[in-house]
């Protein structure tokens, strides 16, 4: 059908491994964060971006929740992006699964090596969009307190990006550096970071539509016990509701 992908993989396996053993591991283990242009290759970066500005017509994104709880302040203040979530098997989102797909690999072949616990799972696709009407996201942490999100995994789709005029720079705060690293969100490029408290980050004010597309990996013990720990606390505030 039209919509089948051309699977001409920008990056062979063997590609995507030499990859994360030379530059990602490397990378991740001395400054916490990578980045890499031209992840998929224009042919399907383009069908990628195609997509996600279909979903956008389709108004099928959504206003971000709020970070902080509802302070009053105007919502675009604090996060104004739209957001929809994305499996990638959805008609009309074939690209992103392919994405989702190179994606997995290259972060199961540097999690193996990096952390002592397996990354099995992963949120689904959270298709973003910042409208350019100034609005950011203030900085914050993606996981402050063990959520089981270890890496964060964003792919910026945006062609003749000029941060000068567009702002949009996503800037990470590497914890107990001297430095920040202020990163434009341009087509085709893959920024990985570890969710954490390492690496606290914001949103620049953006001056034209910005797309991105995140997907966070768990770490699955850190997931576990985050479960458990809610399950718990919803239980021990049942039983107090109870008594
Ligand atoms: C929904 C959600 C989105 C984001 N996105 C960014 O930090 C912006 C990254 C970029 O677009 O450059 N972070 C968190 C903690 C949540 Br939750
Ligand atoms: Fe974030």
Same mark, same amino acid.
């Given at each position: 059908?039209?919509?089948?992908?051309?699977?001409?993989?920008? +990056?062979?396996?063997?590609?995507?491994?030499? +990859? /994360?053993?030379? %530059?990602i591991i490397p990378a991740l283990l001395d400054r916490g964060f990578f980045y890499l242009d031209r992840f998929l290759g224009e042919a399907v970066g383009r069908m990628v971006l195609s997509q996600v500005k279909q979903i956008h017509r389709s108004g099928a994104l959504s206003d971000g929740q709020l970070a902080g709880r509802g302070s009053g302040v105007c919502k675009s203040h604090i996060r104004g992006d739209k957001i929809a979530w994305r499996s990638g098997t959805?008609?009309?989102?074939?690209?992103v699964g392919f994405l989702l797909k190179q994606t997995d690999k290259l972060i199961s072949l540097c999690t193996g090596r990096l952390r002592k616990n397996t990354?099995?799972? %992963?949120?689904?696709?959270?298709?973003?969009?910042?409208?350019?009407?100034? /609005?950011?996201y203030v900085k914050h942490v993606d996981n402050p307190n063990a959520d089981g999100r270890c890496v964060t995994c964003i792919y910026y789709l945006?062609?003749?990006?000029?941060?000068k005029e567009h702002g949009g720079v996503l800037r *990470?705060?590497?914890?107990?550096?001297?430095?920040? /690293?202020? *990163?434009?969100? @341009?087509?085709? %490029? +893959? +920024? @990985?970071?570890?969710?954490?408290? %390492?690496?606290p980050h914001e949103v620049q004010p953006s001056f034209a539509t910005r797309y991105a597309i995140t997907v966070w990996y768990f770490d699955s013990e850190e997931r576990a016990e985050a479960k458990r720990r809610f399950r718990d606390s919803t239980a021990s505030s049942q039983s107090s509701t109870t008594s």
């Open positions: 059908s039209r919509n089948r992908m051309p699977f001409l993989q920008h +990056l062979t396996d063997s590609q995507l491994e030499q +990859l /994360a053993l030379e %530059r959805e008609r009309g989102s074939e690209a990354v099995r799972e %992963r949120s689904k696709a959270m298709v973003a969009c910042y409208p350019g009407n100034g /609005a950011g945006n062609k003749n990006w000029n941060a *990470i705060f590497p914890e107990g550096k001297s430095y920040v /690293a202020d *990163i434009e969100p @341009l087509f085709d %490029r +893959l +920024l @990985l970071f570890w969710s954490d408290r %390492r690496n």
